[in-house]
Nanobody, 115 residues
Framework: VQVVESGGGLVQPGGSLRLSCAAS????????MCWYRQAPGKERELVAR????????YYADSVKGRFTISRDNTKNTVNLQMNSLKPEDTAVYYC?????????WGQGTQVTVSS
């Protein structure tokens, strides 16, 4: 099982970024996928998740209305579109999947929101 994030970077407040996660080694469409983030000195928190079919999503209150999670089961990818970014969105963002009770994580991608 492997998940690899990409798309992070430096963006000004109010800007947008699109994160992508490429997954392999498992039946992608059968599993819920999640995006987490961890800011310096803080615990890792769930940002968004999407069911295997993509028909149901969840968002943390802090990102609701600004972030959109989506997936492409033909390409084994899950994306996180982040709009109206705020300095408090600065964190390392991780893609994750839970399979048979084991959580698999990517290496993370840094998102920095600063002027």
């Amino acid at each position: 099982v492997q998940v690899v994030e990409s798309g992070g970077g430096l963006v000004q407040p109010g800007g947008s970024l699109r994160l992508s996660c490429a997954a392999s080694g498992f039946t992608f469409s059968s599993y819920r996928m999640c995006w987490y983030r961890q800011a310096p000195g803080k615990e890792r928190e769930l940002v968004a998740r999407i069911t295997g079919s993509g028909d149901s999503t969840y968002y943390a209150d802090s990102v609701k209305g600004r972030f959109t999670i989506s997936r492409d089961n033909t390409k084994n990818t899950v994306n996180l579109q982040m709009n109206s970014l705020k300095p408090e969105d600065t964190a390392v963002y991780y893609c994750s999947v839970l399979i048979n009770g084991h959580a698999y994580w990517g290496q993370g991608t840094q998102v920095t929101v600063s002027s």
